[in-house]
């Protein structure tokens, strides 16, 4: 019988994930924080950034599947340095020791870089290493990534996944990359031809553990994204499912980028800085396409969960946070 | 910026043509020239592009130091030439079919990976506009639930009427004609309904042995499949219908038009007007809408060959997958391989007068 260990399993991927594993027959092991449930049928508590426990928990497993990770978008560098990336570094180099079979680190979409409006993007597309101007989930995120890519060349028996904006029951599904509401109206900061990447949580969980079990995705990274979801067309399917009445609203985004601009240079001139830099707009308002041709072919994956079927379920469900997933409560824990 | 991919066609016929003019258009692209075994056929293309010609794959090989090489010859070659160029390290483009059966299709995918190069089959009506437009009604469930996916595939006038030598290469192949067209419908039907579990097929022969007519149904992991081949039907069509829960797709790939049908509650004289004033309006404005495109230069012919070259080198000019597996090229073999077994006892209009 396999053997999977599951850290993070008292997020929001873990448990889908572990309740697909067994599902699968899999035996689960849960990594969670302290005093959180978990389905699996062991539970182990404590924080990822102790390696005895860490130690412990890979121990006998076939499997480590890595979700765990501090969420926040609040906190000192180091608390996401030590919980994102040295535990990271950590579980592989102890899951290796320990025979484990395959490690699944699960990271972000973040970590791409995306150069241009209507870019594709791949596996082996170019990091985003803008640093500074990034936050501190997203450059820990990019910093784990690369521990874990180094790890594989190293010859580990390691896979990554990329997973886009995740979502699902508990985490409603973002209407925007930034949208702001203004009584009846929502005023979206993307063009109407902006594609989303949305993941929804079930869909990656499958990937996760066909990603497992595939021998050819050993030393492997995998983007996953169901739909690249056109935003004019999402909002009217988001609403619709949602039964919300607000309208959406599309401002002229190249006056935005004019008065930013100039509002930057002004601040810049007064010595101050603003609230947030035109490098941040620009990104969130570049698009692209995140191809999945490779967790097709090699893995077998679609998602399974059509986007209407995935709205309707998180809708249903209560919410657990008030928005995405980087809003998860800041614990530096499993 | 990455480095430009150098890309060597292989075989000079009319899709090599096609193929050209949508290569030179990528910036990831290098074409490095020809080859064909036909000196004249090669010279004539060489001569009309200004592109290298090389006589063979392997002066092809040797000289042109190709990344890619596009097979665009008549599918008994397919199998054999994809294989020498895998084996000297470069990646291939199959023009569909992948291979003439699932041995052949077996062999190239193993020698892929062998050489660590990838294959993948040029599926391009998966890529053309109107079938994009359907496959993201199915996406954003604007169909509801996909319960059923039709395909029609037909024969231009005259291809199956000509006599011996001057017939097209394609009439040679197993159960003829159709073996060069058959790709298309199967793999709409895969893309819409998922892989089949279940394949079922009747046919029926012309005397010489060529399959004319077949239906084929599938159960598909997402929706049930039904595909009508006919090489005799008249007029020409090219059509896939999406049936859905909540509502149904129809699709015109020869005039590029797609027709949505949607219940409303309407009374009843009412309702046996307003779906046709409906439809001939969505006709009217696609057919307005092409005619401005091509007009203005903006939908060539075969778009959906230069759609799917264009992802090609999007992915795999940053080392990623082809958007094509090797294994739809495989299943869509395996899949005619199936139609020639089943229908190996088929009728013929002799056999059904007797």
């Known amino acids: ?334 | 910026m990455t480095a430009r991919l150098r890309v060597g066609l292989v075989g000079c016929g009319r899709i090599a043509r096609v193929h050209r003019v949508y290569l030179q258009e990528l910036s990831s692209v290098e074409l490095i020239g020809v080859c064909d075994t036909d000196a004249a056929a090669r010279a004539a293309f060489a001569r009309e592009t200004g592109l290298p010609e090389f006589a063979s794959v392997s002066e092809l090989v040797e000289r042109g130091k190709p990344d890619v090489a596009h097979i665009l010859t008549p599918p008994h070659t397919h199998a054999s030439l994809a294989m020498e160029l895998l084996k000297a390290g470069v990646n291939v483009l199959v023009e569909k079919p992948l291979a003439l059966d699932l041995g052949e299709a077996e062999q190239v995918i193993a020698t892929a990976r062998r050489a660590g190069r990838w294959v993948t089959v040029d599926h391009n009506r998966w890529f053309d506009p109107v079938i994009q437009d359907a496959a993201r009604a199915v996406e954003y469930a604007r169909l509801g639930r996909l319960v059923g996916v039709e395909v029609f595939q037909g024969a231009e006038p005259g291809e199956s009427e000509k006599p011996g030598d001057q017939a097209h290469w394609s009439t040679r192949l197993p159960g003829g004609l159709l073996a060069n067209l058959a790709s298309h419908p199967l793999y709409l039907m895969r893309r819409f309904a998922g892989p089949a579990r279940d394949l079922r097929v009747i046919a029926r022969r012309s005397p010489s042995g060529q399959l004319e007519e077949v239906r084929l149904i599938a159960d598909g992991e997402r929706a049930l499949g039904a595909v009508t081949m006919s090489m005799r039907a008249q007029p020409f069509m090219n059509r896939l219908t999406l049936l859905g829960t909540a509502a149904s797709l129809e699709v015109n790939l020869n005039n590029m038009t797609l027709i949505e049908r949607r219940p409303r509650r309407l009374p009843k004289l009412v309702g046996k007007v307003w779906p046709n004033l409906s439809e001939a309006a969505q006709l009217s404005t696609s057919t307005v809408r092409n005619v401005i495109a091509f007009a203005t230069g903006k939908q060539r012919f075969y778009p959906g060959i230069g759609r799917h070259l264009a992802a090609l080198y999007a992915s795999v000019s940053q080392g990623g997958e082809p958007p094509v597996s090797a294994a739809e090229g495989r299943d869509v073999v395996a899949w005619y391989d199936e139609i020639l077994t089943q229908s190996a006892a088929a009728a013929t209009p002799a056999k059904l007068a007797g």
């Open chain 1, 1 to 334: 019988m396999t053997t999977a260990l599951v850290t993070g399993a008292s997020g929001f991927l873990g448990p889908r994930i572990v309740a697909r594993l067994r599902a699968d027959g899999v035996r689960v092991r849960a990594l969670v924080r302290p005093g959180r449930p978990s389905d699996a049928d062991e539970r182990l508590e404590g924080d990822l950034r102790d390696e005895a426990l860490l130690a412990r928990a890979v121990a006998g497993c076939d499997w480590v599947i890595h979700a765990g990770a501090r969420v926040s978008t609040t906190g000192a560098w180091d608390e996401f340095e030590s919980t994102n990336v040295q535990a990271t570094e950590a579980i592989i180099r102890l899951a290796v020791a320990a025979g484990v079979r395959r490690v699944v680190h699960i990271s972000s979409l973040s970590v791409y870089a995306v150069p241009a409006d209507g870019a594709t993007v791949t596996e082996e597309s170019a990091y985003d290493d803008s640093g500074e101007e990034r936050g501190f989930y997203a450059r820990s995120k990019l910093a784990a990534d690369k521990v874990a890519r180094a790890a594989m060349q190293a010859g580990a028996p390691v896979t990554i996944i990329r997973p886009g904006l995740l979502y699902g029951p508990g985490h409603k599904p973002p209407l925007a990359r930034r949208a702001v509401g203004l009584g009846p109206l929502r005023v979206l900061f993307a063009s109407r031809h902006y594609l989303l990447p949305l993941a929804y949580v079930d869909n990656v969980a499958d990937a996760v553990v066909l990603a497992a079990q595939h021998d050819a995705a050993r030393g492997r990274a995998y983007t996953i994204v169901d739909v690249h979801a056109r935003q004019a067309e999402y909002a009217r399917l988001y609403r619709q499912i949602g039964g919300q009445r607000w309208l959406p609203v599309y401002p002229p985004l190249g006056l935005l980028r004019l008065g930013l601009g100039a509002a930057e240079r002004a601040a810049g001139l007064a010595g101050r800085t603003l609230p947030i830099t035109r490098h941040q707009v620009e990104r969130t308002l570049r698009s692209a396409t995140f191809v999945t041709f490779r967790a097709q072919n090699e893995l077998g994956w679609s998602p399974r969960v059509p986007i209407d079927e995935a709205l309707r379920r998180s809708f249903a469900a209560p919410e657990n946070t008030p928005h995405a997933a980087a809003t998860e409560p800041a614990q530096s824990l499993a």
